[in-house]
Nanobody
Framework: QVQLVESGGGLVQAGDSLRLSCAASGRASSTYAMAWFRQAPGKEREFVAAISWNGGRRYYADSVKGRFIISRENAKNTVYLQLNSLKPEDTAVYYC???????????????????????WGQGTQVTVSS
């Protein structure tokens, strides 16, 4: 079982930046793929960004490409999502997730699909005002 705890959300203005953090339990979590999804009110949960266990592969949704950066610090079992140039349409609850599988290297569909991820955090709210 993997536990994930997100932090860093808040209320900001359009154009501002935030950094979300996700701390994962267990030393093995440094070998797992990690991702961020988000869910806006009245909408389905959508993929935002993903990173392979060693950081060698990173994937982004088209809507955030060039503005958001996913990274990880395996020594701290932590993954980050840097949110830059925020827009009101980025308002959502942001969820951290992991596949819980050691050393997986797969194609992009694996990292961007929610079905690859059985472990989810509780989410952190990001609100961007115009």
């Amino acid at each position: 079982q993997v536990q994930l705890v997100e932090s860093g959300g808040g209320l900001v203005q359009a154009g501002d930046s935030l950094r979300l953090s996700c701390a994962a339990s267990g030393r093995a979590s440094s070998t797992y793929a990690m991702a961020w999804f988000r869910q806006a009110p009245g909408k389905e949960r959508e993929f935002v960004a993903a990173i392979s266990w060693n950081g060698g592969r990173r994937y982004y949704a088209d809507s955030v490409k060039g503005r958001f950066i996913i990274s990880r610090e395996n020594a701290k079992n932590t993954v980050y999502l840097q949110l830059n140039s925020l827009k009101p349409e980025d308002t959502a609850v942001y969820y951290c997730t992991t596949d819980g599988r050691t050393g997986v290297v797969r194609g992009s569909d694996y990292y961007t699909g929610s079905t690859s991820y059985p472990y989810w955090g509780q989410g952190t709210q990001v609100t961007v005002s115009s």
